[in-house]
């Protein structure tokens, strides 16, 4: 228990940034939060943390045992929540956040179904392509799509993420087939605004970003699937989103012999002793649904 303990109280001072916002989050004051991880620190022979009276920072040691405490105490969470599904049943509030294009056509469809089989759970779905901060607004669970860059989140992996280059058959035939990403140059590309570029793998496997233009530039994505399925040029968007349209004849992939790899689909939630059940069951719930290969097969 001692043990437990003692990376409980890592993890929450890795997480607030301060002995003191870790002891008013347990109920303890610093002084207790600070002998846990003295013996923690003493029992494993390595420094941890570096404290000052102003700051607290991870060591080069001390984030990678951050990482993997993270992970054990999610683990055991969902053992706890495993054991109890019987005779417990999800309620209360759940406030989910997901990017607007996938929230509206692969997560607000699924919620009506979850609260359909939890009547006891009601929801807030906030759809939003900006960067919510799950802790300070009070948001249980995020979907994010492709890398996750906040360590002091949990991730659960939920489905792969593949982007494809896509145009109509109208636009091809009017300007023509690329053949290697460096022909776009020559093509009318349909920017996410501010897009750094579009990834493809290079002939010897390498990750390669590709500036692309042209006179249409939306920060909808959503427009952009528009005015591809229009003709009016080229639009790299993810494989949830055309594969409706590829399957019909809409919109014709290329570059796919250059495609750079998956990225993933991921549930985000902050780090917590126990995750509430209508969280879990909320997860777990996607996770079924996002792993049926019918599921995408039908959409």
């Given amino acids: 228990m001692d043990q437990l303990k003692q990376i409980e109280s890592f993890v929450a001072v ?20 600070g002998r846990r991880l003295d013996a ?46 019987g005779s417990v049943k999800a309620s209360g ?3 989910i956040s997901a990017p607007a294009g996938f929230g509206r056509r ?16 009601n929801c807030t779905l906030d759809l939003s392509d900006r960067l919510v901060d799950l802790v300070n607004e009070g948001i249980d669970c995020a979907i994010r799509i492709g890398e996750l860059g906040d360590s002091s989140l949990v991730s ?24 290697t990403p460096a022909e776009l140059a020559g093509h009318v590309c349909l920017s996410l605004g501010q897009q750094r570029g579009w990834q493809f793998r ?5 990750l390669v970003t590709v500036k692309v233009g042209g006179r249409f530039e939306c920060n909808d994505g959503a427009v952009l699937h528009e005015w591809a399925l229009a003709g009016h040029g080229l639009a790299w968007r993810s494989l949830w989103e055309v594969d409706g349209d590829l399957r019909a004849g809409r919109l014709v992939s290329v570059l796919d012999d250059f495609a750079a790899p998956s990225n993933g ?23 079924s649904h996002y792993g049926d290969p019918a599921y995408w097969a039908q959409k």
Avoid: M
């Fill in 14 to 33: 890795a997480i607030r940034g301060s002995l003191s916002a870790a002891a008013r989050a347990e109920g303890v004051t610093p002084a207790v939060i």
């Fill in 40 to 85: 923690l620190e003493r029992r494993l022979g390595v420094r941890l943390l570096l404290r000052t009276t102003r700051s607290v920072t991870l060591t080069f040691e001390g984030s990678a045992f951050f990482e993997d405490c993270q992970r054990i105490l999610n683990d055991l969470s969902n053992a706890e929540a495993a054991v109890s599904l």
């Fill in 93 to 95: 509030h759940l406030r």
């Fill in 106 to 121: 692969h997560v607000a469809p699924l919620v009506r179904a979850f609260l359909d089989a939890h009547p006891e759970v």
């Fill in 156 to 179: 659960v992996r939920l489905a792969e993420n593949r982007r494809v280059v896509v145009a109509s058959p109208d636009y091809l035939g009017r300007r023509g087939v690329p053949t």
């Fill in 202 to 206: 290079d002939a010897t496997g390498e």
């Fill in 265 to 287: 689909i991921h549930a985000v939630f902050p780090q917590r002793r126990n995750l509430a059940l209508r969280v879990r069951l909320f997860i777990d719930f996607l996770r």
